[in-house]
């Protein structure tokens, strides 16, 4: 297992935000948003959202473009590359079914 692998173990199956993290960051896949535009697309409280976008952004998950207020949020080339690997971590840890 390598260490990224080790990392999306710990931030997608090995904490209590895992769940909304995998929210967070299939959202992010599907185009880039900005925090804002996360939140009212998700439901989800904006100082929550941008808690997890930190916390993604802090282990390379996830990239910015862009000024401070509005930055768009982009996954990071890393995780592209182990999409499937998050998938498969996913599906073992029941985040699948969540949300």
Known sequence: MDPFE???????AGSTGAPT???VLRA???EPRNAQQLAQALG???TTVRHHLRVLAD???VVTE???YGKLYFVSD???AHWSVLEAILEK?????RR
Not at 6 to 12: A, D, M, N
Not at 93 to 97: I, K, P, T
């Open 78 to 80: 890393a995780m592209e």
């Open 28 to 30: 992010l896949k599907e």
């Open 6 to 12: 080790r990392l999306l173990w710990w931030l997608f």
């Open 21 to 23: 993290r995998a929210v």
């Open 59 to 61: 282990n390379r998950i």
């Open 66 to 68: 862009g000024e401070t």
């Open 44 to 46: 989800l409280d904006y």
């Open 93 to 97: 840890s029941g985040a699948r079914r």
